[in-house]
């Protein structure tokens, strides 16, 4: 768990540093790195919490795009984390709905390979 977390916050902080709309106003190192920290604690209480409902109240249009409507929804996970820092004064933040689009497949496809690179089989299970 602590591992995906921190993969988590990696992702963050990759898109972070590769996207223009994504930005982290700290300048210290050590700032910008724990407000990475508690933006990845952000996103992943977003993602526990709001994601489960997004899907659910819109499961037939899911369902009707073969699950790629899942990137919009992933998009507004990412835009409400940027809100939320924004209300935490962390100095995160996302500039609109399509650097949230972007910014979110960037997160899902580090995460997704750090994920399966860096953790075994039985960590999967858990």
């Given at each position: 768990?602590l591992?995906?977390?921190?993969?988590?916050?990696?992702?963050?902080?990759?898109?972070?540093?590769?996207?223009?709309?994504?930005?982290?106003?700290?300048?210290?190192?050590?700032?910008?790195?724990?407000?990475?920290?508690?933006?990845?604690?952000?996103?992943?209480?977003?993602?526990a919490?709001?994601?489960?409902?997004?899907?659910?109240?819109?499961?037939p249009?899911?369902?009707?795009?073969?699950?790629?409507?899942?990137?919009?929804?992933n998009?507004?996970?990412?835009?409400?984390t940027?809100?939320?820092?924004?209300?935490?004064?962390?100095?995160?933040?996302?500039?609109?709905?399509?650097?949230?689009?972007?910014?979110?497949?960037?997160?899902s496809?580090?995460?997704?390979?750090?994920?399966?690179?860096?953790?075994?089989?039985?960590?999967?299970?858990?």
């Amino acid at each position: 768990m602590l591992m995906r977390f921190l993969f988590s916050a990696a992702a963050l902080a990759f898109a972070t540093w590769v996207l223009p709309g994504i930005s982290m106003t700290a300048s210290e190192p050590s700032t910008a790195f724990l407000g990475i920290l508690a933006v990845a604690i952000i996103f992943g209480v977003v993602n526990a919490l709001v994601k489960p409902l997004f899907a659910f109240a819109s499961a037939p249009l899911l369902l009707l795009t073969l699950g790629l409507f899942l990137l919009v929804i992933n998009a507004l996970m990412l835009w409400l984390t940027s809100w939320l820092a924004g209300q935490l004064n962390l100095g995160w933040h996302v500039d609109g709905f399509w650097s949230a689009f972007w910014g979110a497949m960037i997160v899902s496809i580090v995460s997704f390979i750090l994920n399966s690179s860096f953790t075994s089989r039985s960590e999967v299970n858990r």
